[in-house]
């Protein structure tokens, strides 16, 4: 989880190749009305978050059931949506919070070419951000690590909660 420009995607597939599990990137989930409106730099409202949600719960639920787990991506910015999903998904979710700062991730958004979101909506999805709290299993790791550190970290961690 995080904001768009912390890695999500890039540290999902590392870690989904790392552990041998499936790889679900949320972004593919946003109904083209979403993209749409993303792209013209105008940030989603939760109506518009809540079929998204849906339809990533559901392939979530079906890939964790097929595999036994599954990594997701999903900025999961409110608690609502982190219940929403934990609530549907119908097995365990350890959240993994990718944390940086403003000008490191606004530097990224800057830097990609082929993504839909523009740097102008990271400030909503900043004022948007909850972090996770201490009753909601997750971890969080710091942006400013290379991708297989983060990994090592996350694998680690996840193995220790296996415990």
């Excluded at 993209?35 to 013209?40: E, F, N, Q, Y």
């Excluded at 609502?80 to 700062?101: A, E, F, S």
Aim: charged share 30%; glycine share 6%; net charge negative.
């Amino acid at each position: 989880m995080g904001v768009s420009g912390s890695g999500k995607s890039t540290v999902g597939k590392a870690l989904a190749d790392e552990l041998g599990l499936p790889f679900l990137d949320a972004d593919d989930f946003h109904p083209e009305a979403n993209v749409k409106k993303m792209s013209r730099g105008i940030p989603l409202t939760d109506e518009d978050r809540w079929p998204w949600l849906r339809a990533l719960s559901r392939a979530m639920r079906k890939a964790a059931g097929d595999s036994g787990g599954v990594i997701a991506t999903c900025s999961a910015l409110k608690r609502t949506y982190r219940n929403y999903l934990r609530d549907n998904v119908g097995h365990p979710l350890v959240l993994v919070l990718l944390d940086g700062d403003r000008e490191t991730i606004h530097a990224r958004m800057r830097a990609r070419a082929d993504h839909y979101m523009p740097p102008s909506l990271l400030s909503s999805q900043l004022a948007d951000l909850e972090r996770p709290e201490s009753d909601e299993p997750s971890v969080t790791v710091s942006i400013d690590n290379q991708v297989d550190t983060i990994v090592a970290t996350l694998v680690a961690r996840l193995r220790e909660e296996d415990r």
